[in-house]
């Protein structure tokens, strides 16, 4: 159980355009779910928190208008990269936490993103 | 806020030898604890967990932690390292309140020579 998919699981776009990532949970529901990103050779960093129904908090130094959260349901998270630039080529994981009160985090597979 | 040290960035051992790789964390109340093994390019995968009970925690692929409050540590173990284990491993730290995601240590590549 506590599976956690993320779709695509890699993705290349252009410069300029903008990309939609997909974290779901398959077999519970989530009621926060977390995007961190993760840069070669380096560990993951927190980029925002979603519950459910409300906007996101995001990490001290995240442009919350170039990375879109949505947490519309208890499934489904996405992450969006609008107007993707070359710096924003990284590895994003996504993590979620169950309504069952627990405080395990089920992690994403990951998306590899590359704008060129 | 709670925070994690992972002293060693990279670690060379030989297949057959054992390992101990160091975690030592920060954190006012007792935390929970995780190790996470990352391959390149893949995901996280969890080795094992520590939330309460019994301090030293048995995982998968043969590998233990011991959770030393003294020491506020939580030092992954394997008596004899395999060639497939090289890979990142993870330390990470949460908390038993809200919605506060795991803290992760910056990580120990470990290799496995023959």
């Known amino acids: 159980g506590a599976v956690v998919s993320q779709h695509p699981s890699w993705v290349i776009c252009k410069s300029g355009t903008s990309v939609k990532i997909e974290c779901r949970s398959l077999?519970?529901?989530?009621?926060?779910m977390f995007w961190y990103r993760q840069f070669p050779k380096q560990s993951l960093m927190l980029m925002a928190t979603?519950?459910?129904?409300?906007?996101?908090?995001?990490e001290q130094g995240v442009e919350k208008d170039k990375f879109l959260i949505n947490h519309a349901s208890l499934t489904l998270s996405t992450l969006t990269v609008t107007s993707a630039h070359p710096e924003d080529s990284s590895f994003y994981i996504c993590?979620?936490?169950?309504?069952?009160?627990?405080?395990?985090?089920?992690f994403g597979p990951g998306t590899r993103l590359t704008v060129t | 806020a709670q925070s994690v040290t992972q002293p060693d960035i990279h670690i060379t051992v030989s297949e057959g030898a054992s390992l101990e790789l160091r975690c030592n964390y920060s954190?006012?109340?007792?935390?929970?604890l995780f190790w996470y093994v990352q391959s390149p390019g893949q995901g996280l995968q969890l080795l094992l967990k520590y939330f309460s009970g019994d301090t030293l925690v048995q995982g998968i692929k043969g590998f233990e932690a011991e959770f030393k409050r003294s020491q506020s540590s939580f030092n992954l173990r394997k008596p004899s390292v395999h060639w497939s284990d090289a890979a990142e491993y993870f330390c990470a730290v949460g908390v038993r309140s809200g919605n506060t995601p795991l803290v992760f240590g910056k990580g120990t590549r470990l290799s496995v020579i023959a």
């Open positions: 979603s519950n459910e129904g409300s906007k996101a908090t995001y």
């Open positions: 993590s979620a936490r169950g309504a069952s009160g627990g405080y395990e985090q089920y």
């Open positions: 077999d519970f529901q989530a009621t926060t």
């Open positions: 954190y006012g109340a007792t935390p929970y």
